[in-house]
């Protein structure tokens, strides 16, 4: 979000509290009571906000670092028998094909 916006929405809402609690009670310092206690609380989620997007950041950088790890490790002997891999591709196309038939009947 843009600073520009940011700042407009958060005058928006610290005016239309101000408006609201005037209108409520009629008093001046419990409007000011309350504005300083609505803007510590708008800037408490402000940072738990950005504490949540960089914690969020690092799980996924973590996730991404394990998933390179394990894609370069190869076992040594491991590689699939050919027999093995036309095998699977067969049953593959077989059960594709019994999809595609059971999907046209009624």
């Known amino acids: 979000m ?3 916006i940011f700042c407009r929405v958060l005058g928006l809402v610290l005016c239309s509290t101000a408006l609201t609690v005037y209108f409520a009670s009629h ?3 419990t409007v000011v009571v309350t504005m300083l206690a609505c803007s510590l609380l708008l800037q408490l989620a402000y940072f ?3 504490l949540f ?3 969020r950041s690092g799980c996924v950088s973590r996730a991404g670092q394990r998933a ?3 894609g370069s490790c190869k076992e040594v002997g491991s590689e ?3 027999d093995e891999v036309t095998n699977e591709s067969a049953d593959l196309l077989q ?3 019994i999809l595609a038939i059971s ?4």
């Open 68 to 70: 390179e790890h394990f």
């Open 103 to 106: 999907l046209l009947l009624p």
């Open 53 to 55: 997007l960089i914690w």
């Open 80 to 82: 699939p028998d050919l």
């Open 27 to 29: 008093s001046v310092g």
């Open 48 to 50: 738990a906000s950005v």
């Open 95 to 97: 059960s594709n094909q």
């Open 2 to 4: 843009p600073f520009r």
